[in-house]
């Protein structure tokens, strides 16, 4: 048996209307990440939004994606197509083979 | 008038046979709207409707002209403009409604002189000006349903609070560079507080509570726009607003209690990539919430928050709450000594430069490579913006002290200067405001090696080249 604590979920984040330039500008990742925050608690969105900054995100300007703890104002995180609000937000828990897409609001025309 | 459908005449062969006249619709009409009218679920009660419908179209641009082009066609009986923009030749890739001709013409009175070489038969109203708190309910109470083909973030918020107060339906699209985004909000329209028996449909606030902060918001101006992209969005929008006119969602509001129809809010996600074909992320059908509780404009207690007499009074602040309309330069951050303006920098730098051979000197541009590749300040060097940061901030992880070719692309060798390593930098962008912050950046990595070597701010960017130094600039 391994240790829980390395144990891993294979979720898909894509990043869509700009957000794709803070991550190598790739829009769509397959991950392995954690399955558990460093607390223990299964790994939700709130823990993969910062586990995004501390490993994917390539340029600095984390600000144009979180805001203290916080997706910033603009930035929609839809849960397999669904806006997170339908779900529970950041608290929601990571399952294997979730999509999570985050897509930042678009005002030109 | 009898609008029932009679069929006593059908198999007659006689002359004098009874015929229905009832249609309203005239020959030119019925020739006309033929092909989509014998489309399944149209018909002549949905055509009728269409010809009654009045639509107003806010934004003459990417978004609006294409979307006015379908619904004139469709035989929208009014179709309103609203735009206080005149026609540039930039515009014209992708605002297919004008013409060459036009050029430096109302954009409203352009479009309709478009629109009714396409279908003289709707009744087309100009409002040439920009929509704004003061005139916003004016413009919007004649119209049955409102198409958003705007292009900042206060003017979203304002038109969709407009369109919470007056019950109106509303198209709402957005694009810039290669993405796309289109939702129908406030359909069938519901009276603004109703919560009770829902779930009703959101408005923009449900769906976008904030805007983001000014620094993230990208403008077709500045970042750029696809034609196809923005076009395709502006279609659609035609698409749902003849699909709401033709089934009557608009004349069916909710009652207390009784959606009369599902709630579905979807967000249309268009993605396109310019070095991939059609792929799974290409369009993407996002399913939203509906009207929230706590929505500022029609949530609990909203009627005390959003009125239309507030509106009036400048209430709420849509420039405040959305950090200023537009992105002027800045006020800058540096003092003068770290400041040059291009013409000065050609006089003093470059001639002296010239003088004492090269190498004496770097300008580091920070424009997209894009931007860059239509051309540059003579022996520039591009390190675009972003990755600036990420080195910047690569470095300072490491704990390394820089030397000046670390921030420069490894094909880059500044020639020996003689022995003076310090040689200066001087940084230049599209208008002057990154390159600020980019010396700034280059003086925090320890590149002016205290003072030693000059780090300075091409002020005003590549535009203000254009100005004092070369008129024939390619600046985009
Ligand atoms: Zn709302």
Redesign the interface.
């Known amino acids: 048996m391994s240790d829980p604590k390395d144990q891993k979920v294979d979720i898909t984040v894509d990043f869509s209307g700009g957000l794709e330039i803070l991550f190598s500008n790739q829009k769509h990742h397959a991950l392995s990440v954690p399955a558990q925050d460093s607390e223990g608690k299964p790994a939700n969105v709130g823990f993969l939004i910062k586990y995004l900054c501390q490993t994917l995100m390539t340029d600095p300007r984390a600000d144009l994606f979180v805001l203290g703890d916080e997706l910033r104002p603009g930035i929609l995180c839809l849960i397999n197509e669904c806006d997170w609000e339908l779900e529970e937000e950041d608290a929601y828990v990571l399952q294997p083979g979730d999509n999570i897409l985050f897509i930042s609001t678009l005002h030109g025309g | 008038m009898n609008s029932g459908e009679t069929s006593s005449s059908q198999n007659g062969s006689n002359s004098s046979v009874p015929r229905d006249t009832s249609c309203p619709l005239t020959e030119e009409e019925l020739d006309r709207y033929s092909r989509q009218m014998i489309v399944p679920g149209m018909g002549k009660e949905a055509q009728l409707r269409l010809l009654n419908a009045k639509v107003l179209i806010i ?1 003459a ?4 002209c294409p979307a006015a082009q379908y619904l004139a066609g469709a035989g929208i009986g009014t179709i309103g403009l609203v735009d206080g923009d005149v026609v540039e030749r930039s515009n014209l890739h992708r605002q297919v409604g004008h013409s060459t001709s036009r050029i430096g013409q109302p954009k409203v009175s352009s479009l309709m002189t478009h629109l009714k070489g396409l279908n003289p038969l709707p009744n087309y109203v100009a409002h040439e000006c920009h929509i704004t708190p003061l005139n916003a309910a004016d413009l919007v109470a004649p119209y049955d349903l409102i198409l958003d ?5 206060a003017t ?1 918020y304002l038109i969709s609070d407009v369109c919470v107060l007056l019950e109106k339906p509303l198209v709402s ?5 290669t ?3 289109i939702i129908v909000l406030n359909c069938p329209p519901t009276p603004q507080g109703q919560l009770e028996g829902g779930p009703y449909p959101p408005c923009y606030r449900c ?7 000014a ?6 101006g500045e ?1 750029g ?1 696809l034609g196809p992209v ?1 076009g395709l ?2 279609v659609a929008q035609a698409g749902e607003a003849i699909k709401i006119l033709a089934s009557a969602l608009h004349a069916s509001p909710s009652k207390k209690g009784t959606p009369r129809h599902p709630v579905e809010p979807t ?1 249309l ?1 268009y ?1 396109y ?1 310019l070095t991939s074909f059609l792929s799974p ?1 290409t369009f ?6 509906p009207r ?1 509780k706590n929505c500022f404009a029609c949530g609990e207690g909203s009627q005390a928050r959003l009125t239309l007499e507030g509106l009036k009074r400048g209430e709420p602040d849509y420039e405040f709450f959305c950090g200023g309309l537009g992105s002027g330069p800045g006020q800058g951050v540096l003092s003068a000594e770290e400041r040059i303006s291009p013409r000065e920098f050609v006089e003093t730098v470059q001639q002296h430069g010239k003088e004492e051979g090269k190498g004496k000197y770097v300008v580091l541009d920070t424009r997209e490579k894009e931007h860059f590749s239509f051309g540059s300040i003579e022996g520039a060097v591009n390190v675009p913006f ?1 990755k600036l ?2 080195k ?2 690569q470095m300072k992880r490491s704990g390394e002290t820089p030397e000046v070719e670390d921030i420069l692309p490894p094909e880059v060798k500044i020639e020996d200067s003689g022995g003076d390593e310090n040689v200066p930098i001087y940084v230049v962008c599209r208008r002057g405001l990154d390159s600020q912050e980019a010396v700034e950046k280059l003086k925090e990595m320890g590149l002016d090696r205290g003072g030693k070597r000059k780090i300075v701010d091409i002020a005003g960017g590549m535009k203000a080249w254009k100005e004092q130094v070369d008129p024939s600039f390619p600046y985009l």
Do not use: E, H, Y
């Open positions: 934004g641009g990417g978004l609006g083909c705007t292009d900042n973030p979203r699209a957005a694009s810039v560079q993405s796309g985004q769906c976008f509570k904030k805007p983001p902060p620094n993230a918001q990208l403008s077709c970042a726009i923005v969005m502006g967000l996600l993605s990539s992320f993407r059908a996002l399913k939203m919430a929230k972003g940061l990420s910047a901030a």
